[in-house]
């Protein structure tokens, strides 16, 4: 059995669904639960949107009826607050400090200084809302 240590290294190197859905599991792996964020038509097929949900802000982009995505909007260049933009016709996730954007669909950095993808949340169109998984 793993002890408090154990979790939070354990968590470090990799989060497994057995270390996630622990009831102890280290506040940074409570979330495992699917929770409300917009309700599903609310969210067009084609349309993204930015909402606040449990003191963070998400990106979300419903693909198809059952398609949609879910990324933190914490910018990754230097965390200044992404949104939902349209950059030459295309839609885009886009940070205005630096003018790096982000494909809606995977959160990779298609244009300005960031390197690395936007976070990914687990996201599931149930019913009348729209799902993420913290
Ligand atoms: S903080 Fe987003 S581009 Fe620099």
Known sequence: MLGAAGLATA???GCTDQIRNRADAPSHH???TPTQTLPAD?????????????GRTLLLRREAEDVVH???????????TVAPATES????????????HFAVDTGVPSG???????????AAVDGDWVMVTL
């Open 11 to 13: 968590g470090l190197a």
């Open 112 to 122: 300005g200084p960031a390197q690395k993808p936007l976070t990914e949340f687990t």
């Open 30 to 32: 409570v979330g495992g």
């Open 70 to 80: 879910a990324f933190s909007a914490v910018c990754t260049h230097q965390g200044c």
């Open 42 to 54: 609310r969210l067009p097929v084609g349309t993204s949107a930015s909402v606040e949900v449990e």
């Open 89 to 100: 016709g295309q839609d885009v996730f886009a940070c205005p400090c630096h003018g790096s």
